[in-house]
């Protein structure tokens, strides 16, 4: 979208350097009136002014385009220089310099980096002034430079600020349409489990019986996946996920649920537990599970099949921990910083995840009061829940 000349000449008043350079032009050279215009093919206006004189600019203020010399030097990129208009030999006859009671006076182009002429920069008095066989054209220059520069940092600070608010926007759109697509999931989902229980009360061939598990089991991750995207949804648009805390349910009861479920799962693979929870943590039982579930999953799927994974739960020092550890290949210390991110997949996966799952963990680590983090060496990668215990 364009930028209008009105927010132009109001981000470049902003600017407290071309404030200061307009000022320090004015001392060294004496001119009564030093400003900086935008200028485009319809408008002149001042962004930025130093009237000495009473000549009545200021910023915002705007001339006829016609009734300037701006528009003639942003066209050629020329500068306008005359010392004594009555007595100089081009600007004596032209109507400007008496129209404005204008006797001395120059304009530079401001030329931005790539190459597009903002405006100028331009001085002017009521008296005679030593502009053109001097060393102010060249002053005006360099000080035409510097400002170039400091309204293309303000242009590029402008378009980094526009492309974050589409950003954000794009994101939050993207979240809201996982929203709506995880809740419209939930209907046709809940039919497809309802006919596969159906058919697997009936009476089947072997071949049937392996069909209807199958379908079963990917019901079942399908379902997973739109919970997945609804936590997503939730943690993003939301204000996290929401718990509900149940003191009566023993949290050695919600561990050992998981376990049996990846036991049964996975059963050629090894898990060897140690639960001391003398204190009980305040959790809510189905999202600890679900956190305890991705966990033990992810060493499941990345962990390596030889190797026992490892899990161990202790009270102690006014804390509770949980871990969940697996060997296999170390985890590289940059995909650690990203591992809780959404949509992280580590290299080389070979499941056909959506990269949620620890991302949602860590929400509900966090919606718990507790952390989750990482270590991971070539010895073991180990997965540690922490969160402070109500004190008594």
Not at 75 to 92: E, H, K, L, Q
Not at 126 to 147: C, Y
Not at 277 to 287: F, K, M, Y
């Amino acid at each position: 979208m364009p930028v209008r000349v009105e927010d132009w000449a109001a981000e470049v008043a902003d600017i407290a350097a071309i404030d200061e350079i307009l000022e320090v032009i004015c001392q060294i050279t004496g001119l009564g009136v030093v400003a900086v215009a935008h200028v485009t093919r319809e408008r002149w206006m001042a962004c930025n002014a130093r009237d000495r004189i009473g000549f009545g600019l200021a910023s915002g203020t705007e001339l006829p385009l016609a009734q300037t010399f701006c528009q003639g030097v942003c066209a050629t990129g020329d500068a306008v220089i005359f010392d004594d208009a009555p007595n100089d030999p081009v600007y004596s006859t032209h109507p400007l310099p008496g129209q404005y009671g204008i006797v001395s006076y120059i304009s530079v182009p401001i030329t931005l980096p790539d190459g597009v002429v903002f405006g100028t920069l331009c001085g002017f008095d009521a008296r005679p002034n030593r502009l053109r066989d001097s060393a102010v054209p060249g002053l005006f220059g360099l000080f035409a430079q510097l400002i170039a520069r400091h309204i293309e940092d303000r242009r590029a600070l402008r378009a980094s600020r526009q492309e974050l608010a589409e950003t954000r926007e794009t994101a939050r759109l993207r979240e809201q349409f996982l929203a709506v697509l995880g809740h419209d999931l939930r209907n046709p989902l809940a039919a497809l489990r309802a006919g596969t229980n159906i058919l697997g009360r009936g009476e089947l061939e072997d071949e049937q019986r392996e069909l209807v598990d199958a379908m079963r089991q990917t019901t079942e991750r399908m379902a997973q996946l739109v919970e997945n995207l609804l936590d997503l949804a939730r943690g993003r648009l939301a204000d996290g996920i929401r718990i509900d805390p149940a003191s009566d349910v023993p949290l050695t009861r919600t561990l050992g649920a998981v376990l049996d479920e990846i036991a049964r799962a996975h059963p050629e693979r090894r898990i060897e537990t140690d639960l001391h929870i003398a204190a009980e943590p305040a959790v809510d039982p189905l999202r600890f599970a679900q956190m305890f579930s991705n966990l033990l999953g992810n060493a499941v799927t990345h962990g390596c099949p030889d190797a026992p994974i490892r899990v161990s739960a202790a009270s102690r020092a006014g804390r509770f921990e949980l871990s969940v550890a697996n060997g296999g290949q170390p985890i590289p210390a940059e995909a650690q910083e990203r591992l809780f991110q959404p949509y992280f997949r580590q290299a080389g996966a070979a499941h056909g995840g959506l990269g949620l799952g620890l991302y949602i963990a860590a929400q509900i680590a966090q919606a718990h009061g507790g952390s989750l983090s990482v270590q991971s060496s070539e010895a073991e990668t180990r997965f540690t829940f922490s969160m402070p215990l109500a004190s008594g």
